[in-house]
């Protein structure tokens, strides 16, 4: 069985740059900024770091793409990634160079559908929900890569 490293370095890191992707229209969305910060409260919780960026931090993508069906009604889909970096070192004319880019370690999505009023809110928690369940699965899978990759408890 594989296990990527990056579970380990991202939970022994436990630094995080958060981004957000607005991409809903006709007020489904309302207040992007709730889920960035249900987001980043429940990273610090968990003893994570906010930052800037930085070459060492992993990155969660928190997204939302959708419209108004009616009046009334939105249909939304709403989408948290989680981006390890990951490092090649190569060289070039005999000159050693280090490049970082992302990896998608995590992803998860889910549709949401009903009224407008509701819709922000719902979306925000969303995002809670997600991001929660990475950081079970961050926990788990860190272990897991230790205790079988690594021969340690």
């Known amino acids: 069985m594989f296990l990527d490293p990056n579970w380990h370095f991202v ?3 436990m630094l995080f740059e958060i981004r957000k992707y607005d991409e809903v229209t006709n007020g489904c ?3 992007t ?37 009616n009046s009334t009604n939105c249909a939304v889909t709403v989408r948290t990634e989680v981006y390890a970096p990951h490092r090649v070192d190569a060289s070039v004319d005999g000159y050693p160079i280090t490049a970082v ?3 998608l370690l995590w992803e998860q999505t889910a549709i949401l559908t009903g009224p407008k009023r509701t819709m922000s ?9 997600h991001i929660r369940k990475f950081l079970i699965e961050l926990s788990q899978k860190a272990r897991e890569l230790r205790t ?5 408890r």
């Open 33 to 69: 900024q709730t889920s960035v910060d249900r987001v980043s409260l429940e990273l610090v919780r968990s003893q994570a770091s906010i930052v800037e960026v930085q070459l060492r931090a992993a990155t969660v993508v928190i997204t939302a793409l959708g419209y108004e069906i």
């Open 101 to 103: 880019f992302p990896s």
């Open 11 to 13: 939970q022994r890191d």
């Open 29 to 31: 969305w309302r207040n």
């Open 121 to 129: 809110g719902r979306v925000a928690e969303t995002h809670t929900k």
């Open 148 to 152: 079988t990759a690594l021969g340690t």
